[in-house]
């Protein structure tokens, strides 16, 4: 186990730790042992070998491709410092690259593909009945109107019609709606639902590939692929840094004559508070965050969250507790029937005309007497919750959008104080309905199901919420572990206090370093003083970024 921790480290881990004992063997054998500079530089040499060439590489790589993201100034003081014999200058600014990107590294670590996730949920066969023989077959050999059988607690393989058996299925995760469906000789079934207790005969209708559940991964893969990157704080930052930094050095190099005056603009310059203050930042939160009950997967949406303007929320187990509750009707003791639309239609009894929803119809001697109506509860705190984010968090749109029947949706959106809404919509329009909004605003979904799945994806900030499924768990950048909409209220001030610790760490150092670049260009700086004031600044932007990971009484306001 530790073995494989052990080897999951990334390689700026091992270049950090390896640079730093060399600086310490350099360190020793020149001052201590009093070693000849040739033996003495021998450590100096095995960390920029082994640790400098493969980051100025890389660097090199994204040079080629044009991407002069913050590390650039990095890269040209290592080249610079080993061209002036410098070696231990170059080798502290390796160990400044390389922690800054094994910090980066593990703020940003992510887990497994949302699409691998996706088809380990997906049953690899399925049991096709043959006369009164079943045959395991594998998904891709199904063909429509094959007879299956799905067994108690299965996942539906296809989309498909009951043909024998009475039970339930677990439908949630896909439409959105918080029933389990009852499933009878003519119901329909979708692939992904759960299957009840009890075993199910259906008739397949669609290939498994043009199924539901293939459809929603389909969408997922294009979304991921379609997602445009974020541009990063630190990359903002930098492109304007950098070359100010460049330009700096090379007008003091230039009139002083002095290649050593150059490079001691460049180590100074070093972007330490962006490589280092705001990953540390990041990290922080993440630790705050983790300690409040909430999982942050993507850090990248901590400095993007408190810019959102639009909040697209799904409606079952979001602003409801996914639990259906009846509006009551009470009926005397007469011959009471107890039933719903389609036995109602079968049966051909009188019904007068209903608004679409879920209910339970009552009979009374063979006449309707009443609807009883279902309704998912909204959450105690919506309405509070969802009039707060206007004037506390600079929202400019709230929406609802479900996949769930329209009278369910508006009536919610009613309670809670939503204006905006769209019912009945499917994964691919929950979609587009998040593209053409973030089109405008940078968005914030929430939502809980794997029909949500690919709109988490989609939205600049998506965050899956309490019990959510593992897909949208994994297709999310947050997850609230508790259903309270609290937690995503803290989840907001978190973002925006890492972010702002994390300007302060960043402007600050930089700030410092250009205070230091003057010095340097005029002089009064050697290369080596350089790179110890640059230590010294990242001491600053570090000590300062930790405190995005202290608790504070400011994570909530409603």
């Known amino acids: ?111 497994c593909s949302v699409l691998d996730e996706l088809a380990k949920r997906v049953p690899s066969i399925a049991h096709r009945r043959e006369g009164s023989v079943l045959h395991d077959v594998k998904l891709e050999e199904i063909r429509v109107g094959d007879l299956l059988t799905v067994f108690p607690h299965e996942i539906c393989p296809v989309d498909g019609e009951v043909l024998e058996g009475h039970g339930v299925m677990d439908e949630a995760y896909l439409t959105g709606e918080p029933y389990e469906i009852s499933k009878t000789p003519g119901s329909k079934v979708i692939s992904g639902a759960i299957n009840g207790e009890q075993a199910l005969t259906i008739r397949a209708e669609k290939l498994a590939v043009d199924s539901r559940y293939a459809r929603i991964m389909r969408v997922m893969h294009e979304t991921e692929q379609q997602k445009p990157r974020i541009r990063r704080l630190g990359d903002r930052l930098g492109a304007w840094y950098t070359p100010l930094a460049l330009a700096v050095a090379g007008v003091a190099g230039f009139l002083s004559a002095d290649a050593h005056r150059f490079l001691a603009v460049v180590v100074i310059a070093t972007p330490c508070p962006l490589l280092l203050g705001i990953p540390t ?86 006449r309707y007497a009443a609807a009883l109506r279902f309704h998912d509860t909204p959450r105690k705190d919506s309405r509070t919750f969802i009039a707060h984010l206007r004037p506390r968090h600079g929202v400019r749109k709230v929406m609802l959008v479900s996949g769930d029947r329209e009278s369910e949706v508006k009536y919610l959106a009613e309670t809670v104080g939503i204006t905006e809404v769209r019912a009945g919509a499917s994964p ?94 005029g002089g009064y700086l050697p290369p080596i003083g350089g790179a110890i004031g640059q230590e010294l600044i990242d001491l600053f932007a570090v000590l300062n970024a930790v405190r995005a990971a202290l608790p504070t009484d400011e994570l909530q306001d409603f």
């Not at 100096?44 to 070998?49: E, K, V």
């Not at 719903?340 to 929803?357: F, I, Y």
């Not at 309905?433 to 794997?450: N, Q, S, W, Y």
């Open 1 to 111: 186990m530790a073995a494989k921790a052990f080897s999951s480290l990334p390689k700026e881990s091992y270049i950090a730790g390896l640079t730093l004992l060399a600086i310490a063997g350099h360190l020793i054998l020149r001052y201590a042992a009093a070693s000849p500079p040739r033996i003495a530089l021998l450590p100096l040499f095995g960390a920029l070998i082994i640790g400098g060439i493969p980051l100025v590489s890389e660097l090199a790589k994204k040079l080629f491709k044009m991407e002069f993201g913050s590390d650039l100034l990095a890269g040209v003081s290592i080249l610079t410092a080993v061209l002036l014999a410098q070696y231990l200058v170059a080798t502290i600014v390796v160990l400044m690259l390389s922690g800054g990107a094994a910090l980066e590294f593990y703020a940003t670590a992510k887990a």
């Open 281 to 366: 930042a990041i990290v922080g939160a993440i630790s705050l965050s983790a300690r409040r009950g909430i999982i942050i997967k993507n850090p990248g949406i901590l400095e993007q969250i408190a810019s959102c303007r639009t909040l697209i929320f799904d409606k079952t187990g979001t602003l409801t507790y996914g639990r259906p509750a009846l509006l009551l009707g009470i009926i005397e003791g007469q011959k009471v029937q107890i039933t719903g639309r389609g036995k109602v239609a079968s049966e051909q009894l009188p019904l007068p005309p209903l608004a679409e929803g879920l209910e339970c119809l009552v009979f009374i001697d063979g």
């Open 428 to 521: 691919e329009e929950k979609v587009e309905i998040v593209k053409r909004e973030t089109a405008h605003d940078k968005t914030l979904f929430v939502g809980d199901g794997i029909n949500d799945a690919p709109a988490l994806l989609a939205a600049t900030v998506g965050v899956a919420f309490g019990s959510a499924s593992d897909i949208a768990a994994k297709a999310a950048d947050a997850v609230v572990l508790e259903l309270a909409l609290g937690k995503i209220d803290e989840l907001m001030h978190i973002g925006r206090r890492m972010r702002r610790i994390a300007l302060q760490s960043a402007l600050g150092g930089m700030i410092a370093s250009l205070v230091g670049m003057i010095f340097a260009a």
